[in-house]
């Protein structure tokens, strides 16, 4: 079976800072990957799609990257706002799979 | 503003029986495929099921095959998921979600479902 694994696992940082999370998957996939932001308490946002395609709404400063088993989610400039847990999520043939999580907490 | 509201979680005995619906607007429903994402408290995302957009074809994840039916009412923009036989594993906050691009475009709020004794 597909694994996907992000790291790091938990990621501090500050305001004004650049941030890479990593996806690695355990096979090579398709560019059918997707990055989202969860915050607690809240449903997940869809960031990012077919590995580096912003989605409508969603600041420019993500961006994703990747190919073959290894995809990036990074955010240029860290803001106040993006404080959260991102998820990296792979779809083939009928599955649907995601990373464990990245936790960007306030350094 | 396309939005989902997911309603019916409460806590249940291990054993019983539950349905969750999740109550679609702002978008032409039968266009798309609907899917059911859930999240034990303080872990990740795992995909449960998914309906295709005219209902025909249903998929779901290992862990709830056999035990859990996804069905949609396009008629009534409404979606569901029946889950039977149901395991202390299976508490979680439930999502219900749009598919698009390969993922999940738009979520509901989630509700939640608590298997105990």
């Known amino acids: 079976d597909l694994q996907m694994t992000q790291f790091p696992s938990t990621l501090s940082a500050s305001v004004g800072d650049r941030v890479t999370i990593t996806c690695r998957a355990s096979?090579?996939?398709?560019?059918?990957l997707a990055w989202y932001q969860q915050k607690p308490g809240k449903a997940p946002k869809f960031l990012i799609f077919k590995a580096s395609t912003l989605e409508s709404g969603v600041p420019s400063r993500f961006s994703g990257s990747g190919s073959g088993t290894e995809f990036t989610l990074t955010i240029s400039s860290l803001q106040p706002d993006d404080f959260a847990t991102y998820y990296c999520q792979h779809w083939d043939s009928y599955s649907w799979t995601f990373g464990q999580g990245t936790k960007v907490e306030i350094k | 503003e396309a939005q989902l509201v997911e309603s019916g979680g409460t806590l249940v005995q291990p054993g019983g029986s539950l349905r969750l619906s999740c109550a679609a607007s702002?978008?032409?429903?039968?266009?798309?495929?609907m899917h059911w994402v859930r999240q034990v408290p303080g872990k990740g995302l795992v995909w449960v099921s998914l309906?295709?957009?005219?209902?025909?074809?249903?998929v779901y994840a290992d862990s709830v095959k056999g035990r859990f039916t996804v069905s949609r009412d396009n008629a009534k923009n409404m979606l569901y998921l029946q889950m039977d036989s149901l395991t202390v594993d299976d508490t979680a906050v439930y999502y219900c979600?749009?598919?698009?691009?390969?993922?999940?475009?738009?979520w509901g709020q989630g509700t939640v479902v608590t298997v105990s004794s």
């Open positions: 702002g978008f032409t429903f039968n266009y798309f495929w």
């Open positions: 309906v295709e957009s005219d209902g025909t074809k249903t």
């Open positions: 096979q090579t996939i398709s560019n059918w």
């Open positions: 979600a749009r598919g698009q691009w390969g993922g999940f475009d738009v």
